[in-house]
Nanobody, 127 residues
Framework: VQLQASGGGLVQPGGSLTLSCEAS????????MGWFRQAPGKEREFVAA????????YYGDRVKGRFTISRDNALNKVYLLMNSLKPEDTAVYYC?????????????????????WGQGTLVTVSS
């Protein structure tokens, strides 16, 4: 699978931005999709994930209540709407696909669970 993320850019604190990620292939709806981010000098961090048909959604603690993940399986796309952006949200944002189809009943997204990654899109929050 190939994942192509887009939508990054420079935004002022308090602003909003929407990231998009388009996946190749015909089994998009079978996989959990996620967003991760990596700030300069820091480890990659989980941001959000969504199951194949969108029935379950997960957020990292630092973005809960501000970010919204969604997907359009007809377009093979996953989105990340980011509101109330803060300077500490500055990072390269990556979309990723879970290694295996489906999702366990008890599930907590972790980086190691995702096997396909996009190239990343830079989000800079600064005045």
């Amino acid at each position: 699978v190939q994942l192509q993320a887009s939508g990054g850019g420079l935004v002022q604190p308090g602003g909003s931005l929407t990231l998009s990620c388009e996946a190749s292939g015909r089994t998009f709806s079978s996989y959990v999709m996620g967003w991760f981010r990596q700030a300069p000098g820091k480890e990659r961090e989980f941001v959000a994930a969504i199951t194949g048909i969108g029935g379950r959604i997960y957020y990292g603690d630092r973005v809960k209540g501000r970010f919204t993940i969604s997907r359009d399986n007809a377009l093979n796309k996953v989105y990340l709407l980011m509101n109330s952006l803060k300077p500490e949200d500055t990072a390269v944002y990556y979309c990723a696909r879970r290694r295996n189809k489906g999702v366990p009943v008890i599930y907590q997204p972790e980086e190691a669970d995702f096997g396909s990654w996009g190239q990343g899109t830079l989000v800079t929050v600064s005045s």
